[in-house]
């Protein structure tokens, strides 16, 4: 059984930073790239930031490029989120997610991650 426990969320101010991380467990964490989304009140869940299984590339939407940056640690089975320069617009529940297919690119779409974590609260205040 595949698991996914996000956590580092609160509630910081506009230009402050956050760190959000996951820890995975139930499937070999190293050959699946792992996603970032984020899913506002009233809006659909859009993709955040991926990366590839081995950690070599990421990808980013445009709304985060050059403020969050994914990494991970396959050694501990954890995938982080570095989140600076937060935007009120940047509140939302933030979600991880395992590729469903190994060993490829990491996808941009949110359709292409199939177990989920259940979510962290980021909030910025102005």
């Known amino acids: 059984q595949v698991q996914l426990v996000e956590s580092g969320g609160g509630l910081v101010q506009a230009g402050g930073s956050l760190r959000l991380s996951c820890v995975a467990s139930g499937r070999t964490f190293s050959r699946y790239a792992m996603g970032w989304s984020r899913q506002a009140p009233g809006k659909e869940r859009e993709f955040v930031a991926a990366?590839?299984?081995?950690?070599?590339?990421?990808v980013q939407a445009d709304s985060v490029k050059g403020r969050f940056t994914i990494s991970r640690d396959n050694a501990k089975n954890t995938v982080y989120l570095q989140m600076n320069s937060l935007k009120p617009k940047d509140t939302a529940v933030y979600y991880c997610a395992t590729d469903r297919s190994w060993l490829r690119e990491p996808p941009n779409l949110t359709k292409e991650y199939d177990y989920w974590g259940q979510g962290t609260q980021v909030t910025v205040s102005s």
């Open positions: 990366i590839s299984w081995s950690g070599g590339s990421t």
